[in-house]
C-alpha cells in the first residue's frame, strides 16, 4: 500500500511539472522541468519517514515548503533541448503532451491496482 | 492534493493566452487607425509572458508581466487627399504587421485549446481518485 501510496504522490507531482511545462509554452526563457521517476520511487520507498515529497522538518518554527530540488531524492531537471528557438524556451510540446498523456495513464493504473488491494482486504475481512 | 494546482496553472495560462489574444484582436482591429484620441498614430501592442509560481508548490503558472508597445517605424503611405498627409503626401499608418499578428492569433488560440485539455485530463485524473475503493 506504501508503494502505491507512494507513486501516486509522486505521479501527482510530475503530472503537475508537466502541466507548467505545457502552460509556459509560449513563456520566454523558461526551461521545460522534469524529474527521473525510477529514480524518486525508489527514493520515496528508501525513506521511511513521511511523505516522499515533503522536507524534514528539525525545528517547529521550520515553514513546511515543498522540496523544489528533490523528489524523493531525485533532482529536478532541465530537459535536453531537441530543438532550440530564438526566445530561450526549451518546450517541446509533442514531449510534454506524450508525457502528459503517459503519466495520466499512469496515474489511473496505480489507481486501479489501489482499488483492487483494498478490494481484496475487503473481501478478507467480510469473508 | 497537487493535482488541484494543475487548474491554477492551466487557468493562469488560459487567461494569460485571452490576453494575447485580446491584444492581437486590437492590433487587428487598428491596423488602418492613422490617428487617435490623442491625436498619435496606433502603436502595435504586445504582451510579455512570465513565469511565476504557483502558491509554494513546484507548480509554476503564466502570468501577463506587461503590455509593451511595438517601437517599429510607422508604415508611410503616400494618401496627398488625406487631411492627415505631411507636406510630401504621406500619411503615418500603424506598425501593425498583419501576418505576424494572424500567426499570434494561431498561436494564441492553439496553446489555450492545449490548456483546456491539460485541465480536463486533471480533473478526470481527481475524479477517478474519488472512486478509489469504490
Redesign the interface.
Known sequence: MQFLEDALQLR??R???I??N???????N?KARDFDFKKALQGALAQNSGSPTELTKTAAAHLP??N?TSFGGAA?QYRTVQQGSVDGNTVD?DTE?NQ??DN?LR??AS?TM??GH??SLLAAIQG | ???F??FN??G??MSA?AQ?LNAVASNLANADSATSSTGEVYKAKQV????VP?N???????KVDRVVEDQSPPRMMYDPKSPLADAKGYVTMPNVNVVEEMVNMI??SR?YQ??VE?MN??KS?LQ??L????
Not at chain 1, 22 to 28: E, K, L, Q, V
Not at chain 2, 56 to 62: K, N, P
Open positions: 501527482e507531482q503530472q503537475q511539472l502541466a507548467s505545457i502552460a509556459n509554452a509560449d513563456t520566454p523558461y515548503g515543498v523544489e529536478l510540446m503532451r502528459f498523456a495520466a496515474y489511473e489507481l489501489i482499488s483494498i478490494k | 492534493m497537487s493535482l494546482s494543475i496553472v492551466a493562469s495560462a493566452q494575447r510579455v509572458f512570465s513565469a504557483v509554494g508548490a513546484v507548480a509554476t503558472g503564466v498561436s494564441a496553446s492545449t490548456n491539460t485530463a486533471a485524473m477517478k481518485t472512486t478509489i475503493g469504490q
